[in-house]
């Protein structure tokens, strides 16, 4: 389908900038493995974050062992344990349009018990699914390839029914119009479930520095979020 929409060139280079990813869909029942919104970390004890002296809110944990596989050679993070979400509940952190802000805090934590539950919500268990990502107008995407922007329209609209967004997602391209923080890109995008109480906050997403992806580093990470 693309080679038959765009010229040669114009095809090859879309195609190569595709990413890897992982799709989240809540599913009913009570979480057993895997990765999850919110919930008792499985992990081993750690110090718990804060921010102003406030303990941040544990939104997400990702399964090493579940995502790993489906990213292969693209993970660049530990292949056993949980990469946890930490952000500021009350969205209190300054936010630059530019830059995200730094109102979060993404830890790797092995596996295992007896890690205390300080400020968390309740656990929504996650089916993850290895899907493709493309970059889209958010991207600027059709400057990048040299080419008519209705044609990339017209393109993304054809590829839609194949390439579903899911309403959570890891690693990839943005799927929200959340402010882009700038040489970040998107660690794990979240939307709004019943129990997340973020009133007109409709989604909350963590961004990683290109480099600090590719060495496998946490400790930059910002966060981003979009109003309704």
Known sequence: MVRRRLVPEAAESFLTLARPSVGFTVRTGAPT????????????????????REPMLLLAQVDCAQVSPMLGAEWPFPTQGYLLFFH??????PFNFEQGDDGCQVLHVPAGSG????????ALALDAASMPS???????????????????????????????????????????????PQG????????????TAWGEIV????????????AGRLDRVRRSFEVA
């Not at 895997?34 to 008792?40: A, F, N, P, R």
């Open 203 to 214: 989604n909350v997403s963590f961004w990683i520095p290109d480099a600090d992806l590719r």
């Open 115 to 122: 890690a205390e539950a300080i400020a968390t919500i309740p």
């Open 33 to 52: 493995s895997g990765s999850t919104i919110g919930g008792v970390p499985r992990t081993t004890p750690f110090v718990w974050p804060v921010y102003r």
């Open 88 to 93: 500021d509940d009350e969205f209190s952190a």
């Open 134 to 180: 493309l970059p889209n107008l958010r991207d600027d995407a059709d400057k990048a390839l040299g080419i008519d922007i209705i044609e990339l329209i017209d393109l993304l609209e054809e590829l839609q029914p194949l390439l579903p967004e899911p309403r959570h997602r890891l690693l990839g391209y943005c799927d929200t119009d959340t402010p882009h």
């Open 184 to 195: 970040h890109r998107p660690l794990l995008q979240v939307e709004a479930e019943q129990g």
